[in-house]
């Protein structure tokens, strides 16, 4: 799995994360899990313990959703896969560093350049881990399947975040899409 990219997409309770694991644990190899979620409320907090007490005591937990890529070297002296969960959870967060923003009136210019430096981020992310040689698993949410939201910073956030997944879509080696707890393989 060296130097290798897995996609697990899907909708919200459809199995992803459980399929990742499997993914990671069917190594049989040293995993690393970076989780990118920020306990900011009670029911995040609460997603954030569970998913801490399903995945194996033996893999190792980085933190964090910004230069994720800067982790990758040391993740790969003591692992040989990393699985990171989620993408669409680190495209929020980076997305809400930009404190300042009033997103109903931000300009195309600024949506821009906020969706650059988050390619960027993904980009060096994927290069990373082909330089270092690692397996990786990505988990994110297929957003693209459900109405049109009603609101400016949840549309920004959709088209963001299905970018960024045709993006990795693009580059890994293996595609999975979960419906139900069942992983169909795309690519």
């Given at each position: ?98 404190k300042d923003i009033k997103w109903d009136s931000i300009t195309h210019e600024k949506i821009d350049e906020i969706e650059g430096n988050i390619e960027e981020q993904v980009r060096k992310l994927l290069q990373s881990v082909r330089i ?56």
């Amino acid at each position: 799995m060296s130097g290798y990219i897995t996609l697990v997409t899907g909708g919200a309770r459809s199995g992803k994360s459980n399929y990742a694991e499997k993914l990671a644990m069917d190594t049989s190899k040293s995993v690393a899990y970076v989780a990118t979620a920020i306990g900011f409320d009670d029911g995040m907090k609460d997603r954030i313990k569970k998913h801490r007490e399903s995945r194996p005591k033996e893999w190792t937990t980085y933190e964090g959703y910004k230069d994720v890529y800067k982790m990758i070297e040391e993740i790969s002296r003591n692992h040989e896969v990393v699985l990171l969960d989620c993408i669409t959870i680190m495209v929020t967060n980076l997305m809400f560093d930009h404190k300042d923003i009033k997103w109903d009136s931000i300009t195309h210019e600024k949506i821009d350049e906020i969706e650059g430096n988050i390619e960027e981020q993904v980009r060096k992310l994927l290069q990373s881990v082909r330089i270092h040689k690692l397996g990786m698993i990505l988990v994110t949410n297929e957003l693209g399947m459900g109405i049109v939201p009603d609101n400016r910073i949840s549309r920004i956030f959709r088209d963001i975040a299905g970018r960024i997944n045709q993006m990795i879509a693009k580059e890994a080696d293996e595609v999975y899409f979960t419906v139900s707890g069942l992983p169909m393989k795309l690519k």
